[in-house]
């Protein structure tokens, strides 16, 4: 069975497993942005299948799955906005730590330790597929892509983020997140596996998907907030695509 999975990206966050809902430890950054993420995919996932957000559960009938789920950051909430979610994670000791926490909250989700691959060898198809800050640490980008293509229901949506390959993403992702505020171990990121996005359409259209949006997710120092930026995609961004019909 053909795999994207690289060991050694799955080895760093396996060791940093226990620490998912610690929302002061290895994963701070994650909590500090996933507001901003949430924003945007359910902005995103509201106006393709027109959904209401002010509903009791917008998404509703929707099948879901969020890659890379690690400890359920995402697939928490798509749960409670009423998606049947599927997570899946290389990382197998992620899995444990995301079935208690889901079982404390008293979601139902459907965790799995699994890749890409193999759920489209599988025939697993999806309305959604969430993508985030995955990219950048398999070893074949575009054959990775070409999976999440072949689970996605003819007509479904991905999201994909990411971050941008620039020396401003180098200050800000390596130097800045991982040596000065030590948010993440010295390590997590290869700058030289950042993608830009430019290079990330590419892939896409590549991969049989149609790219309709990107936006950037800006950090503010000063307000210490998480923003959606359409013109400032120079770190962190994300892009949605779709699946023909």
């Known amino acids: ?51 209401d957000l002010k509903a009791e559960k917008p998404f509703e009938g929707l099948r879901l799955l969020d890659i890379g789920c690690g400890g359920g950051l995402l697939s928490e909430p798509m749960a409670r906005l009423g998606a049947t979610v599927v997570g899946a994670d290389a990382a197998e000791k992620n899995l444990p730590v995301a079935r208690i926490h889901a079982a404390q909250s008293g979601l139902e989700i459907d965790y799995r330790h699994t890749t890409a691959e193999a759920l489209a060898e599988a025939g697993e198809q999806f309305d959604v597929v969430l993508n985030m800050e995955v990219i950048e640490h398999v070893s074949d980008p575009a054959a990775y892509l070409r999976a999440c293509h072949d689970l996605l229901k003819p007509g479904g949506l991905m999201v994909c983020s990411t ?3 620039n020396p401003k993403s180098y200050l800000m992702a390596i130097i800045g997140a991982e040596h000065v505020m030590r948010w993440l171990p010295k390590g997590t990121h290869d700058w030289a596996k950042f993608i830009t996005p430019d290079e990330l359409y590419e892939l896409i259209r590549g991969a049989g998907l149609t790219p309709v949006d990107r936006r950037g997710m800006v950090f503010n120092p000063i307000s210490w907030r998480w923003s959606l930026s359409a013109k400032d995609l120079s770190v962190n961004y994300a892009t949605t695509s779709l699946k023909p019909v």
């Open 1 to 51: 069975m053909s795999s994207t999975i690289d060991p050694a990206e799955v080895a760093k966050f396996e060791a940093m497993a226990a620490e998912w809902w610690d929302t002061n430890g290895k994963f701070r950054p994650l909590h500090m942005m996933n507001p901003c993420r949430l924003d945007y995919i359910c902005q995103q996932i509201a106006g393709e299948f027109g959904r």
């Open 163 to 165: 971050l941008n390959r």
